[in-house]
Protein backbone atom coordinates (compact mmCIF):
# COMPACT_ATOMS: atom_id res chain seq x y z
CA UNK A 1 0.00 0.00 0.00
CA UNK A 2 2.74 2.30 0.59
CA UNK A 3 4.01 1.92 -2.57
CA UNK A 4 1.23 2.56 -4.45
CA UNK A 5 0.80 5.87 -2.08
CA UNK A 6 4.63 6.67 -2.79
CA UNK A 7 3.91 6.28 -6.69
CA UNK A 8 0.80 8.44 -6.31
CA UNK A 9 2.61 11.12 -5.04
CA UNK A 10 5.48 11.48 -6.79
CA UNK A 11 3.36 11.11 -10.14
CA UNK A 12 0.04 13.41 -9.08
CA UNK A 13 1.34 15.30 -5.83
CA UNK A 14 -1.00 15.70 -2.94
CA UNK A 15 -3.62 17.41 -5.05
CA UNK A 16 -3.86 14.25 -6.53
CA UNK A 17 -3.86 11.67 -3.75
CA UNK A 18 -7.05 10.47 -3.21
CA UNK A 19 -8.52 7.42 -2.10
CA UNK A 20 -9.53 6.53 -5.54
CA UNK A 21 -6.37 7.36 -7.00
CA UNK A 22 -4.75 4.81 -4.63
CA UNK A 23 -7.02 2.42 -4.88
CA UNK A 24 -6.84 1.94 -8.80
CA UNK A 25 -3.04 1.96 -8.25
CA UNK A 26 -3.31 -1.30 -6.20
CA UNK A 27 -6.01 -2.53 -7.65
CA UNK A 28 -8.29 -2.45 -5.18
CA UNK A 29 -12.01 -1.11 -3.90
CA UNK A 30 -11.93 2.41 -2.65
CA UNK A 31 -14.14 0.49 0.21
CA UNK A 32 -10.97 -1.61 1.23
CA UNK A 33 -8.99 1.69 1.26
CA UNK A 34 -11.74 3.60 3.14
CA UNK A 35 -10.82 1.51 6.28
CA UNK A 36 -7.39 2.02 6.58
CA UNK A 37 -7.83 5.51 5.74
CA UNK A 38 -10.97 7.21 7.38
CA UNK A 39 -10.36 10.75 5.72
CA UNK A 40 -7.85 12.64 3.72
CA UNK A 41 -6.10 13.91 6.50
CA UNK A 42 -5.10 9.96 7.42
CA UNK A 43 -4.04 9.53 4.29
CA UNK A 44 -2.13 12.32 3.99
CA UNK A 45 -0.41 11.72 6.80
CA UNK A 46 0.31 8.84 6.02
CA UNK A 47 1.75 9.48 2.53
CA UNK A 48 4.08 12.32 4.82
CA UNK A 49 5.07 8.81 6.94
CA UNK A 50 6.41 7.81 4.17
CA UNK A 51 7.89 10.53 2.58
CA UNK A 52 9.76 10.58 6.18
CA UNK A 53 11.21 7.52 6.45
CA UNK A 54 12.14 7.40 2.60
CA UNK A 55 14.50 10.31 3.56
CA UNK A 56 15.53 8.86 6.63
CA UNK A 57 16.53 5.31 4.38
CA UNK A 58 18.04 6.59 1.51
CA UNK A 59 22.20 6.13 0.80
CA UNK A 60 24.34 9.39 1.73
CA UNK A 61 27.34 10.29 0.78
CA UNK A 62 30.37 9.80 3.13
CA UNK A 63 32.75 12.76 3.57
CA UNK A 64 34.97 13.64 5.64
CA UNK A 65 34.29 16.45 8.90
CA UNK A 66 33.36 20.23 8.17
CA UNK A 67 32.93 21.46 4.62
CA UNK A 68 33.23 18.44 2.74
CA UNK A 69 30.06 16.91 5.28
CA UNK A 70 28.46 20.13 4.63
CA UNK A 71 28.51 19.92 0.81
CA UNK A 72 27.35 15.99 1.42
CA UNK A 73 24.92 16.47 3.18
CA UNK A 74 23.66 19.02 0.86
CA UNK A 75 23.96 17.03 -2.41
CA UNK A 76 21.88 14.32 -0.13
CA UNK A 77 18.98 17.03 -0.88
CA UNK A 78 19.52 18.44 -4.16
CA UNK A 79 17.57 16.66 -7.32
CA UNK A 80 20.37 15.21 -9.19
CA UNK A 81 19.17 11.45 -9.95
CA UNK A 82 15.15 10.67 -10.73
CA UNK A 83 14.92 9.36 -6.87
CA UNK A 84 16.28 12.32 -5.24
CA UNK A 85 13.75 14.27 -7.69
CA UNK A 86 10.79 12.51 -6.83
CA UNK A 87 11.52 12.66 -3.68
CA UNK A 88 11.62 16.82 -3.96
CA UNK A 89 9.07 16.50 -5.50
CA UNK A 90 6.75 15.45 -3.00
CA UNK A 91 8.33 17.49 -0.09
CA UNK A 92 7.61 20.12 -2.33
CA UNK A 93 4.27 19.04 -3.10
CA UNK A 94 3.57 18.85 0.86
CA UNK A 95 3.70 22.21 1.52
CA UNK A 96 0.57 23.75 0.34
CA UNK A 97 -1.28 21.11 2.82
CA UNK A 98 1.52 21.97 5.65
CA UNK A 99 0.54 25.55 5.85
CA UNK A 100 -3.31 25.29 5.67
CA UNK A 101 -3.14 22.72 8.44
CA UNK A 102 -1.86 23.82 12.28
CA UNK A 103 -0.86 20.19 13.23
CA UNK A 104 0.74 19.36 9.88
CA UNK A 105 2.50 22.76 10.09
CA UNK A 106 3.91 22.00 13.44
CA UNK A 107 5.34 19.20 11.76
CA UNK A 108 6.71 20.44 9.26
CA UNK A 109 8.54 23.30 11.42
CA UNK A 110 10.23 20.40 13.45
CA UNK A 111 11.08 18.90 10.00
CA UNK A 112 13.20 22.02 9.31
CA UNK A 113 14.43 22.58 12.63
CA UNK A 114 15.90 19.04 12.52
CA UNK A 115 17.44 19.26 9.46
CA UNK A 116 19.25 22.72 10.60
CA UNK A 117 19.95 21.01 13.54
CA UNK A 118 21.81 17.78 11.47
CA UNK A 119 23.93 20.01 9.41
CA UNK A 120 24.75 22.41 12.38
CA UNK A 121 27.72 20.20 13.64
CA UNK A 122 29.39 19.71 10.00
CA UNK A 123 29.50 24.00 10.22
CA UNK A 124 30.80 23.96 13.29
CA UNK A 125 33.75 21.51 12.70
CA UNK A 126 34.44 23.52 9.55
CA UNK A 127 34.99 26.70 11.74
CA UNK A 128 37.00 24.47 13.99
CA UNK A 129 39.01 23.16 11.44
CA UNK A 130 39.72 26.73 10.04
CA UNK A 131 37.92 25.79 6.75
CA UNK A 132 35.24 28.57 8.16
CA UNK A 133 36.44 32.13 9.64
CA UNK A 134 36.40 31.52 13.64
CA UNK A 135 34.18 34.53 13.60
CA UNK A 136 31.25 32.52 11.83
CA UNK A 137 28.07 32.33 13.20
CA UNK A 138 26.71 29.28 13.00
CA UNK A 139 23.02 29.16 12.99
CA UNK A 140 23.14 31.81 10.34
CA UNK A 141 25.46 30.26 8.17
CA UNK A 142 23.39 26.65 8.82
CA UNK A 143 19.81 28.82 8.03
CA UNK A 144 21.61 30.55 4.85
CA UNK A 145 23.13 26.61 3.09
CA UNK A 146 19.30 25.28 3.91
CA UNK A 147 17.88 28.34 2.39
CA UNK A 148 20.49 28.04 -0.90
CA UNK A 149 20.16 24.12 -0.53
CA UNK A 150 16.16 24.05 -0.77
CA UNK A 151 15.99 27.49 -3.06
CA UNK A 152 18.12 25.67 -5.54
CA UNK A 153 15.95 22.16 -5.54
CA UNK A 154 13.13 24.77 -6.46
CA UNK A 155 14.76 26.31 -9.47
CA UNK A 156 16.00 22.72 -10.23
CA UNK A 157 13.00 20.81 -10.52
CA UNK A 158 10.82 23.53 -12.54
CA UNK A 159 14.10 24.27 -14.84
CA UNK A 160 15.57 20.76 -15.19
CA UNK A 161 17.25 21.78 -18.52
CA UNK A 162 18.93 24.67 -17.14
CA UNK A 163 19.76 23.23 -13.34
CA UNK A 164 21.30 19.79 -14.63
CA UNK A 165 23.13 18.04 -11.80
CA UNK A 166 26.11 19.51 -12.65
CA UNK A 167 25.53 22.59 -12.42
CA UNK A 168 23.50 22.01 -9.16
CA UNK A 169 26.91 20.80 -8.14
CA UNK A 170 28.84 23.47 -9.29
CA UNK A 171 26.85 26.09 -7.79
CA UNK A 172 26.84 24.49 -4.68
CA UNK A 173 30.90 24.70 -4.84
CA UNK A 174 30.38 28.08 -5.33
CA UNK A 175 28.49 28.43 -3.03
CA UNK A 176 30.49 26.97 -0.55
CA UNK A 177 33.79 28.97 -1.79
CA UNK A 178 31.77 31.71 -0.60
CA UNK A 179 31.28 30.99 2.94
CA UNK A 180 34.67 29.94 3.27
CA UNK A 181 35.75 33.49 1.80
CA UNK B 1 -14.71 36.78 -6.75
CA UNK B 2 -11.22 37.57 -7.27
CA UNK B 3 -11.09 39.22 -3.67
CA UNK B 4 -13.20 35.99 -2.68
CA UNK B 5 -10.50 33.45 -4.35
CA UNK B 6 -7.99 35.43 -3.04
CA UNK B 7 -8.98 35.13 0.61
CA UNK B 8 -9.87 30.85 0.22
CA UNK B 9 -6.11 30.44 -1.30
CA UNK B 10 -4.43 32.84 1.54
CA UNK B 11 -6.23 30.92 4.11
CA UNK B 12 -6.81 27.19 2.94
CA UNK B 13 -4.35 27.43 -0.06
CA UNK B 14 -4.74 25.30 -3.51
CA UNK B 15 -5.83 21.85 -1.48
CA UNK B 16 -8.77 23.79 -0.23
CA UNK B 17 -9.60 25.84 -2.96
CA UNK B 18 -13.06 24.40 -4.40
CA UNK B 19 -16.10 26.34 -5.84
CA UNK B 20 -17.47 25.27 -2.72
CA UNK B 21 -15.32 27.22 -0.71
CA UNK B 22 -15.26 30.19 -2.88
CA UNK B 23 -19.23 30.53 -3.31
CA UNK B 24 -19.34 30.35 0.48
CA UNK B 25 -16.64 33.10 0.73
CA UNK B 26 -19.16 35.06 -1.57
CA UNK B 27 -22.40 34.05 -0.22
CA UNK B 28 -23.20 32.74 -3.50
CA UNK B 29 -24.54 29.40 -4.65
CA UNK B 30 -21.85 26.69 -6.43
CA UNK B 31 -23.78 26.99 -9.56
CA UNK B 32 -23.15 30.09 -10.12
CA UNK B 33 -19.27 29.53 -9.90
CA UNK B 34 -19.68 26.88 -11.94
CA UNK B 35 -20.57 29.25 -14.77
CA UNK B 36 -17.18 31.00 -14.12
CA UNK B 37 -15.28 27.93 -13.87
CA UNK B 38 -16.57 24.51 -15.72
CA UNK B 39 -13.09 22.56 -13.99
CA UNK B 40 -11.23 22.71 -11.60
CA UNK B 41 -8.20 23.64 -13.54
CA UNK B 42 -10.18 26.59 -14.70
CA UNK B 43 -10.34 28.03 -10.68
CA UNK B 44 -7.15 27.16 -10.03
CA UNK B 45 -5.74 29.02 -13.25
CA UNK B 46 -7.54 31.74 -12.55
CA UNK B 47 -6.42 32.24 -8.99
CA UNK B 48 -3.09 31.60 -10.43
CA UNK B 49 -3.66 35.20 -12.63
CA UNK B 50 -5.02 36.26 -9.19
CA UNK B 51 -1.33 35.88 -7.96
CA UNK B 52 0.45 37.13 -10.86
CA UNK B 53 -1.68 40.57 -11.13
CA UNK B 54 -0.97 40.89 -6.95
CA UNK B 55 2.68 40.12 -7.31
CA UNK B 56 2.94 42.68 -10.08
CA UNK B 57 0.88 45.42 -8.47
CA UNK B 58 2.53 45.28 -5.32
CA UNK B 59 4.45 48.48 -3.95
CA UNK B 60 8.07 47.97 -4.73
CA UNK B 61 11.38 49.19 -2.55
CA UNK B 62 13.16 52.12 -4.46
CA UNK B 63 16.63 51.61 -4.38
CA UNK B 64 20.05 52.61 -6.00
CA UNK B 65 21.39 50.68 -9.16
CA UNK B 66 23.54 47.65 -8.09
CA UNK B 67 23.74 46.13 -4.97
CA UNK B 68 21.25 48.23 -3.49
CA UNK B 69 18.52 46.80 -6.16
CA UNK B 70 19.54 43.70 -5.87
CA UNK B 71 19.01 43.81 -2.04
CA UNK B 72 15.36 46.09 -2.27
CA UNK B 73 14.27 43.33 -4.95
CA UNK B 74 15.05 40.41 -2.34
CA UNK B 75 13.41 41.89 0.18
CA UNK B 76 10.31 42.63 -2.12
CA UNK B 77 10.14 38.73 -2.24
CA UNK B 78 10.66 37.78 1.55
CA UNK B 79 7.32 37.38 4.15
CA UNK B 80 8.45 40.83 6.44
CA UNK B 81 4.64 41.74 6.08
CA UNK B 82 1.19 39.91 6.53
CA UNK B 83 0.64 40.88 2.68
CA UNK B 84 3.96 39.34 1.64
CA UNK B 85 3.52 36.36 3.83
CA UNK B 86 0.01 35.97 2.71
CA UNK B 87 1.64 36.16 -1.20
CA UNK B 88 4.41 33.43 -0.57
CA UNK B 89 1.94 30.99 1.52
CA UNK B 90 -0.08 30.71 -2.41
CA UNK B 91 2.73 30.73 -4.36
CA UNK B 92 4.07 27.96 -2.24
CA UNK B 93 1.29 26.46 -2.22
CA UNK B 94 0.92 26.28 -6.18
CA UNK B 95 3.51 24.29 -6.64
CA UNK B 96 2.75 20.84 -6.11
CA UNK B 97 -0.12 21.58 -8.34
CA UNK B 98 2.19 23.24 -11.05
CA UNK B 99 4.64 20.16 -10.37
CA UNK B 100 1.56 17.87 -11.64
CA UNK B 101 0.47 19.29 -14.53
CA UNK B 102 2.29 20.84 -17.70
CA UNK B 103 0.62 23.15 -18.65
CA UNK B 104 1.10 25.12 -15.05
CA UNK B 105 4.60 23.43 -14.70
CA UNK B 106 5.34 25.37 -17.92
CA UNK B 107 3.95 28.37 -16.28
CA UNK B 108 5.90 28.00 -13.27
CA UNK B 109 9.23 27.60 -15.42
CA UNK B 110 8.72 30.95 -17.27
CA UNK B 111 7.94 33.05 -14.26
CA UNK B 112 11.22 31.53 -12.36
CA UNK B 113 13.15 32.71 -15.60
CA UNK B 114 10.98 36.14 -15.58
CA UNK B 115 11.90 36.42 -11.79
CA UNK B 116 15.87 35.23 -12.57
CA UNK B 117 16.06 38.10 -15.79
CA UNK B 118 14.33 40.23 -13.52
CA UNK B 119 17.27 40.33 -11.34
CA UNK B 120 20.10 40.28 -13.49
CA UNK B 121 20.71 43.70 -14.62
CA UNK B 122 21.02 43.89 -10.78
CA UNK B 123 23.85 42.04 -10.84
CA UNK B 124 25.49 43.14 -14.01
CA UNK B 125 25.53 46.92 -12.38
CA UNK B 126 26.97 45.62 -9.44
CA UNK B 127 29.60 44.40 -11.48
CA UNK B 128 29.58 47.59 -13.23
CA UNK B 129 30.13 49.63 -10.37
CA UNK B 130 32.71 47.39 -8.79
CA UNK B 131 30.19 46.27 -5.60
CA UNK B 132 31.32 42.31 -6.98
CA UNK B 133 34.29 40.76 -8.11
CA UNK B 134 34.84 41.29 -12.05
CA UNK B 135 35.50 37.92 -12.29
CA UNK B 136 31.52 37.37 -11.28
CA UNK B 137 29.33 34.69 -13.17
CA UNK B 138 26.19 36.55 -13.82
CA UNK B 139 23.96 33.71 -14.53
CA UNK B 140 25.33 31.77 -11.35
CA UNK B 141 24.93 35.01 -8.96
CA UNK B 142 21.84 35.19 -9.80
CA UNK B 143 20.11 31.75 -9.98
CA UNK B 144 22.32 31.55 -6.44
CA UNK B 145 20.39 34.79 -4.84
CA UNK B 146 16.81 33.36 -6.19
CA UNK B 147 18.09 30.20 -4.46
CA UNK B 148 18.87 31.89 -0.98
CA UNK B 149 16.00 33.81 -1.25
CA UNK B 150 12.66 31.73 -2.01
CA UNK B 151 15.09 29.30 0.40
CA UNK B 152 14.77 31.73 3.01
CA UNK B 153 11.25 32.46 2.53
CA UNK B 154 10.08 28.97 3.06
CA UNK B 155 12.15 28.67 6.53
CA UNK B 156 10.23 32.14 7.72
CA UNK B 157 7.23 30.67 6.61
CA UNK B 158 7.49 27.57 8.42
CA UNK B 159 8.95 29.41 11.29
CA UNK B 160 8.19 32.86 11.64
CA UNK B 161 9.40 32.81 15.34
CA UNK B 162 12.87 31.96 14.51
CA UNK B 163 12.97 34.05 11.56
CA UNK B 164 11.79 37.51 12.32
CA UNK B 165 11.60 39.92 9.48
CA UNK B 166 14.51 41.66 11.38
CA UNK B 167 16.25 38.02 11.38
CA UNK B 168 15.55 37.84 7.65
CA UNK B 169 16.92 41.05 6.36
CA UNK B 170 20.35 40.50 8.37
CA UNK B 171 20.47 36.66 7.17
CA UNK B 172 19.96 38.88 3.83
CA UNK B 173 23.06 41.11 3.97
CA UNK B 174 25.14 38.89 5.56
CA UNK B 175 24.10 36.58 2.11
CA UNK B 176 25.17 40.03 0.10
CA UNK B 177 28.58 40.53 1.82
CA UNK B 178 29.28 37.37 1.25
CA UNK B 179 28.25 38.09 -2.55
CA UNK B 180 30.68 41.11 -2.47
CA UNK B 181 33.80 39.01 -0.42
Known sequence: MSEAVWRVLAERGFGGLTLRAVAAEMDASTGLLT????????????ALDIAEERTAARARRAAAPGLAALRAALLDVLPLTPDATAMNRVWVG???GSLGDPELFTRETARYEGWRARLRP???AAVDRGELPPETDIDDTVAT?????HGLV??????????PPSRQTALLDRFLRGLAA
Open 35 to 46: HYFPSKKALVSH
Open 94 to 96: SWD
Open 122 to 124: HVE
Open 145 to 149: AAAFA
Open 154 to 163: LQALFDPAAF
